[in-house]
T-cell receptor
Framework: SQTIHQWPATLVQPVGSPLSLECTVEGTSNPNLYWYRQAAGRGLQLLFYSIGIDQISSEVPQNLSASRPQDRQFILSSKKLLLSDSGFYLC?????????????FGQGTRLTVV | AQKITQTQPGMFVQEKEAVTLDCTYDTSDPSYGLFWYKQPSSGEMIFLIYQGSYDQQNATEGRYSLNFQKARKSANLVISASQLGDSAMYFCAMRVLGGGSQGNLIFGKGTKLSVKP
């Protein structure tokens, strides 16, 4: 069966420090991968999505970046965090083969920038 | 551009009663999928139900049903026989299956449902 792993679960980082959040998927190949951010009490904002290795689409201009060095690995990064980067980050995957299917989410990372 | 609108920031329902959560969407693409997710306070996103744009019948999954009105571009979620455990945030989402944004899954701002005993 397919599983998605996202870590760390919580993170407290000072302003100006770098960030690296990792997400890996098991049990499937060539998934669509997504990074979302959710501010407190708000909806999900799509940050990046990827349909293949090194194929990244950015939805919102910001100081974050994403990379997909391997088929089932999706990394969210920042060189210098801002206070406004605080939030709940969710990784998700889905497959469009054989028709549309739901997206499966990781457990999320709660990032607090101080 | 694709957009999902959920106009109810919060809803209350009495336990054992039915409740409808509203969702409207906007897309010019003929091929798309509509989803509902539940997010309890723990933060995890739980998939509830899916409706494809070409599906002739409304989707149902247990106590969840999707009232799909294509001409109105609405995809309301109906929860029957509400339970205390249904208290959570509910998100409507859409994925367009063609064009330059293929696979892009976008969400509404959510509705917070509170079930009263």
């Amino acid at each position: 069966s397919q599983t998605i792993h996202q870590w760390p679960a919580t993170l407290v980082q000072p302003v100006g420090s770098p960030l690296s959040l990792e997400c890996t998927v098991e049990g499937t190949s060539n998934p669509n991968l997504y990074w979302y951010r959710q501010a407190a009490g708000r909806g999900l904002q799509l940050l990046f999505y990827s349909i293949g290795i090194d194929q990244i689409s950015s939805e919102v201009p910001q100081n974050l970046s994403a990379s997909r060095p391997q088929d089932r690995q999706f990394i969210l990064s920042s060189k210098k965090l801002l206070l406004s980067d605080s939030g709940f980050y969710l990784c998700a995957w889905s497959s469009l083969r054989g028709g549309d299917t739901e997206a499966f989410f990781g457990q999320g990372t709660r990032l607090t920038v101080v | 551009a694709q957009k999902i609108t959920q106009t109810q920031p919060g809803m209350f329902v009495q336990e054992k009663e039915a409740v409808t959560l509203d969702c409207t969407y906007d897309t010019s693409d003929p091929s798309y999928g509509l989803f509902w997710y539940k997010q309890p306070s723990s933060g995890e996103m739980i998939f509830l139900i899916y409706q494809g744009s070409y599906d002739q019948q409304n989707a149902t999954e247990g106590r969840y049903s999707l009232n799909f009105q294509k001409a109105r571009k609405s995809a309301n979620l109906v929860i029957s026989a509400s339970q205390l455990g249904d208290s959570a945030m509910y998100f409507c989402a859409m994925r367009v299956l063609g064009g330059g944004s293929q696979g892009n899954l976008i969400f509404g701002k959510g509705t917070k449902l509170s079930v009263k005993p």
